[in-house]
């Protein structure tokens, strides 16, 4: 009964790791899907589109949330597979940006069109654009100097997550004038005047979004194969 339990704390912390990507990239999937089917104007009318864009904002919340969680769990990870000794303030003060990420994009989805979910988005982003140059910094740093993270795939992988958050910084930079654009579709109805405008700011963020992907692929193969 015993073998049955035989794995370390970094094994479970692995597998949770996956179970993330999984909800990250595939949860982001049909995120996207529900994007296409909210273009064709042609097939649905607005009131289904709307709902179809409804169920996107909800969807989304998904990869939002594994991705908050990705960050104290790659801390914790690297610490605790001997990869990173880090301090165990700095795995705490993980767990507590985490933490505070998470409330940031739960708190601006339940409180969404208001100023207060206006003022989470906006202390997000600075703290995104934190976490972007801290993994950027990590990476440059472990391939320069061979340390903290002696690996180069690991290093490596560093550096791609960093460059996942610059990209998807700019998928929500991208799609930032969907709001007004979208008020401006739903109070004057579909025309190319107001559809043309709302596209062309999706096809911008699509873009984005395809980079994502790409890198998030590129550091899953970098984490399994470990190719140098």
Do not use: C
């Not at 996107?56 to 001997?82: E, F, K, S, Y």
């Not at 795995?91 to 206006?118: F, K, N, P, Y």
């Not at 990476?139 to 795939?153: A, H």
Request: glycine share 8%.
């Amino acid at each position: 009964m015993t073998e049955l339990f035989n794995f370390s704390f970094y094994q479970l912390l692995v597998f949770i790791h996956i179970i993330l990507f999984v909800l990250w990239l595939g949860a982001d999937v049909g995120v996207f899907m529900l994007g296409q089917h909210f273009r064709k104007r042609e097939k649905y009318d607005l009131p289904q589109r709307l709902v179809l864009l409804q169920l996107l904002v909800n969807l989304d919340m998904t990869p939002r949330t594994a991705w908050a969680l990705m960050v104290p769990l790659t801390i914790t990870m690297v610490d605790a597979g001997g990869w990173w000794d880090v301090p165990g303030w700095g795995v705490a003060l993980s767990w507590v940006v985490g933490a505070v990420w998470l409330w940031l994009v739960w708190d601006a989805h339940i409180h969404d069109q208001t100023e207060r979910a206006a003022r989470d988005r906006k202390i997000e982003f600075v703290l995104k654009i934190g976490l972007t140059l801290f993994y950027l910094g990590l990476g440059i740093l472990s391939l320069v100097q061979g340390e903290p993270l002696i690996p180069i795939w690991l290093a490596t992988k560093a550096l791609m997550f960093g460059l996942i958050f610059a990209a998807a910084i700019m998928i929500d930079v991208a799609f930032k004038p969907v709001g007004p654009q979208l008020g401006k579709l739903i109070a004057e109805g579909s025309s190319d005047e107001t559809e043309i405008p709302l596209r062309k700011t999706m096809d911008t963020t699509r873009i984005w979004v395809w980079i994502v992907y790409l890198l998030l692929l590129a550091t899953a193969f970098l984490g399994n194969i470990k190719p140098f």
